[in-house]
C-alpha cells in the first residue's frame, strides 16, 4: 500500500495563491495515477484535477481550469497542486488520492484546509 501525506495549506487573501504538496511512501508514486479532491463544509467531496503515472496527460474541473496546475515528480514521490488567483469559493479540505488504476482512487491522505478570505 503507499501512504499520502498533504501539506501546504493555509489562509490566503482572494487572488493569491498557495501549493499544496502530497508526499509519498510505501510504494513508488509512479505506479499511480494521482488526483487532488477537496470538500467543502456541506457539499459533496468533488474532483479537482488528475494527473497520469507518467505525468504526460492531465485533466482538471471547470471550475479550476486555467488558475490550478497538478504535477507530480516521481523521482521525489511528489505531487503538487498549484492554486492560483484563488477564490472563497476555493475553501475546502484538500485531498491527496491515489488510485492503481485509473479512475479508481484507493488511498487517501488525511486532508489539508485551504482557507480563502475575501
Known amino acids: 500500500q503507499v501512504q499520502l501525506v498533504e501539506s501546504g495549506g493555509g489562509l490566503v487573501q482572494a487572488g493569491g495563491s498557495l501549493r499544496l504538496s502530497c508526499a509519498a511512501s510505501?510504494?513508488?508514486?509512479?505506479?499511480?495515477?494521482m488526483g487532488w479532491f477537496r470538500q467543502a463544509p456541506g457539499k459533496e467531496r468533488e474532483f479537482v484535477a488528475r494527473i497520469s503515472r507518467s505525468g504526460a496527460n492531465t485533466y482538471y474541473a471547470d471550475s479550476v481550469k486555467g488558475r490550478f496546475t497538478i504535477s507530480r515528480n516521481n523521482a521525489k514521490n511528489t505531487v503538487s497542486l498549484q492554486m492560483n488567483s484563488l477564490k472563497p469559493e476555493d475553501t475546502a479540505v484538500y485531498y491527496c488520492?491515489?488510485?492503481?488504476?485509473?479512475?479508481?482512487?484507493?488511498?487517501w491522505g488525511q486532508g489539508t484546509q485551504v482557507t480563502v478570505s475575501s
Open positions: 510505501g510504494r513508488t508514486l509512479s505506479d499511480y495515477f
Open positions: 488520492a491515489a488510485a492503481e488504476v485509473a479512475g479508481s482512487y484507493n488511498y
